[in-house]
T-cell receptor, first 115, second 111 residues
């Protein structure tokens, strides 16, 4: 069974640009969550999508947005990039049989560097 | 104050040692607790998942939750160099739809 796939794995952008990151969850998983990981703040929750609907959102500015498609694949977008957005962005999926709680399966992340 | 606090380490131990990793949390309503392991340049992977107070054992790993003191522990027996990683504790919010992570403890097991 394929794991969570994130693309691209590495990318470099400059301040003011925007970026779109993609996540393909484990087949059959309908819940996709996004986290930002930095050395200073650790893992911070961005948002969760379930069946194309955003169910929960963390404390990030509106420049961070996401969406989920009918095949459960998800994208997140960061507009007007700032230096502080440099981070590892992790996507995680959760199975239909573990609603609410249950194990999150993480991808390997997309490492964004903003210059 | 962060909801989940963890000593960042690094913690360096010799191979074969017993390792104790700890977290504290602030919300007494938290009931589901997890330990994730993250190798360098990889995503976190679930190690242990416990509910409420008590111990749970899985091979060389034991997770312990003390709700009275809001303290979570992970013990690793007979530690191996392959255990060298960052260990993250996490707990679900009351609605069960968001995991809050500690900052992670970096563990190094030296041969």
């Amino acid at each position: 069974k394929a794991g969570v796939t994130q693309t691209p794995r590495y990318l470099i952008k400059t301040r003011g640009q925007q970026v779109t990151l993609s996540c393909s969850p484990i087949s059959g998983h309908r819940s996709v969550s996004w986290y930002q990981q930095t050395p200073g703040q650790g893992l911070q929750f961005l948002f969760e999508y379930f069946s194309e609907t955003q169910r929960n959102k963390g404390n990030f500015p509106g420049r961070f947005s996401g969406r989920q498609f009918s095949n459960s694949r998800s994208e997140m977008n960061v507009s007007t990039l700032e230096l502080g957005d440099s981070a590892l962005y992790l996507c995680a999926s959760k199975g239909l049989d573990s609603p609410g709680r249950g194990e999150l399966f993480f991808g390997e992340g997309s490492r964004l560097t903003v210059l | 104050q962060k909801e989940v606090e963890q000593d960042p380490g690094p913690l360096s131990v010799p191979e074969g040692a017993i390792v104790s990793l700890n977290c504290t949390y602030s919300n007494s309503a938290f009931q589901y607790f997890m330990w994730y392991r993250q190798y360098s340049r990889k995503g976190p992977e679930l190690l242990m998942y416990t509910y409420s107070s008590g111990n749970k054992e899985d091979g060389r790993f034991t997770a312990q939750v003390d709700k009275s003191s809001k303290y979570i522990s992970l013990f690793i027996r007979d530690s191996q160099p392959s255990d060298s990683a960052t260990y993250l504790c996490a707990t679900y919010n009351n609605a069960g739809n968001m995991l809050t992570f500690g900052g992670g403890t970096r563990l190094m097991v030296k041969p």
